[in-house]
């Protein structure tokens, strides 16, 4: 008797149909792909065309782990997270665009949208989302931030789902529940007593003073004598600052709100010799600010990311050196502090004045009250007894 030709090979393995190691679904014999849950099969689309079944498994299986059935992808409602995060970032890039948003904003809407996804993934209908779902959300973000970022991530995530309602992406507006609140301010303030008060000593400032270089010192006067945060020192141009007169006239970046300050004969010292040490500037745009680090780049940008293609990247070089020298002279104790510091002192120390309107027009604040619609402006001299108070607080011996 004749042996028999059959071939011996082993049946190919339904793991090596896999399209990669990590596939999150199996082949099975009819032909299609599928995943197993508490006993049964759920499958997802023919073998030939993975990259759709593999679309369906991340829209669908969600429903399935909470045994729930899923919505159909073809309602005329039927806008996906990913659709909604996608028009969402463009329009806000147009904002950028425009000047009406700063792209540190962007970058932050861009992580949280990117949270979003991660959470609840890219094809869930945003008409699906329940209050469960935020509340998970919110739990998760409250077990690894602080309240004050907290409040910042769901203020994000709620104008995210407020544009899909404005922009008529879904038909009703989303509903996030009682779980998904804001921090009270209740707890904002329980926060703050913790971290203790945002304040540096008289003797702390002199200290630090004492350590810096040239430009730093300038920039340190600058957020003591005007109130001046890091933006605003690192987009500060030369023409605006009389030297001569001892004035600097420059609207707030952030809100646009007119300043006038006057300066003490300390920020003029310390801004000539600045000025008179600052480097070539790296971009011709940037060549006629008061401040560039020694690469001759502004202090405080936003730049494209290096390991993110279309992302953008914070850097904020001000805060890095100024960091340095707190920790050389062990005053970075308390949790906190940095140079935005400094506008809390100049806030707080300036208030003795007890004149707040001259304050709060010094700091760039926005001021909605009815006594502002009608002033003009406020006098030089309040405005110079503002900052006498603060120089004599920080300068006077004793202090």
Known sequence: MAKSTKSHRKNKSPQDAKPYPEFPLTAHPSGRWCKKRKGKQHYFGPLVDWNAALERYKREWPYILEGR????????????????????????????????????????????????????????????????????????????????????????????????????????????????????????????????PKMFTAEEIRRILGEADPTLKAMIFLGCNCGFGNTDIASLPQAVVDLDAGWIEFPRPKTEIPRRCPLWTETVGALRAAIELRPKAKDKGDDGLCFLTIHGRRWVRVQPSKSEAGRMAQIDALSQRFARSLRRLNINGRRGLGFYTLRYVFQTVGGEAKDPEAVAALMGHVDTSMWSVYRESISDQRLRAVVETVRNWLLAKGG
Request: charge should be positive.
């Open 69 to 196: 059935e899923h919505p159909s992808v073809d309602s005329e409602n039927g806008c996906t997270l990913a659709a909604l995060c996608n028009s969402f970032l463009n329009a806000k890039r147009r904002a950028v665009d425009a000047g009406e948003l700063s792209p540190r904003s962007w970058e932050d809407y861009h992580k949280t949208t990117d949270t979003l996804i991660a959470q609840f993934g890219r094809q869930r209908r945003v008409d699906d989302l329940r209050s469960d779902d935020f509340g998970k959300l919110r739990a998760k973000w409250a077990n690894r931030l602080g309240v004050v970022s907290l409040k910042n991530e769901v203020n994000r995530a709620r104008v995210v789902f407020k544009f899909a309602a404005d922009q008529r992406l879904i038909e009703r507006p989303v509903h996030f529940g009682q779980s998904f609140d804001r921090p009270s301010a209740k707890m904002l303030r329980k926060a703050r007593n913790e971290a203790g």
